[in-house]
């Protein structure tokens, strides 16, 4: 009875950690819809932090220091004589685990209730509207293809800058 329990309290304890809060995946990139505006984005994940990522996007984009990485136009093609709309920002998000055992422990102090916090994760969202106000990542888009080809690539070079 005794190593029944010592083995139910071993499991219970190696099992206790439950995930409250878990990071999306994307392994490459996504284009998702925001059902708040309906507006299609450009969404991945670089290996970098934010203030890194910016630099290098900022670099990618051939921003001037004037020039806001947030929302901004610019030529993006050179057989295409218009400017696009580009709104870029950034989310980090870490996966949290509640440990039951420490709070069955500690249950008269919640405030103490023992959390994990995984390490953090950059992602980088990319909205891109044309002169006429039409989203660029849209199938119905016109530039869906070359704008999903030449944001691919912005993905792919991202890499740290350095800083001076």
Not at 88 to 101: G, H, P, T, Y
Not at 141 to 161: A, G, H, P, V, W
Request: hydrophobic content about 40%; aromatic content about 14%; some cysteine.
């Amino acid at each position: 009875m005794k190593n029944t329990f010592i083995l139910f309290f071993a499991l219970f304890s190696f099992y206790s950690c439950i995930t409250t809060h878990k990071v999306r995946q994307i392994d490459n990139f996504r284009i998702e819809t925001e059902n708040v505006f309906n507006e299609e984005s450009f969404l991945f994940k670089p290996n970098m932090y934010p203030e890194e990522a910016k630099r290098s996007l900022r670099k990618q984009f051939g921003l001037t220091k004037n020039q806001n990485l947030s929302d901004f136009d610019v030529k993006l093609f050179d057989n295409f004589d218009m400017e696009f709309n580009i709104k870029i920002s950034f989310d980090v998000d870490r996966e949290v685990r509640s440990n039951l055992v420490s709070d069955l422990i500690n249950k008269s102090n919640k405030e103490d209730a023992e959390n994990e916090i995984g390490d953090a994760e950059t992602f980088v969202k990319i909205i891109i509207v044309d002169a006429n106000g039409d989203n660029c990542l849209s199938t119905r888009s016109l530039f869906y293809n070359k704008m999903r080809s030449f944001l691919i690539d912005i993905k792919n070079n991202i890499k740290i800058e350095p800083l001076f």
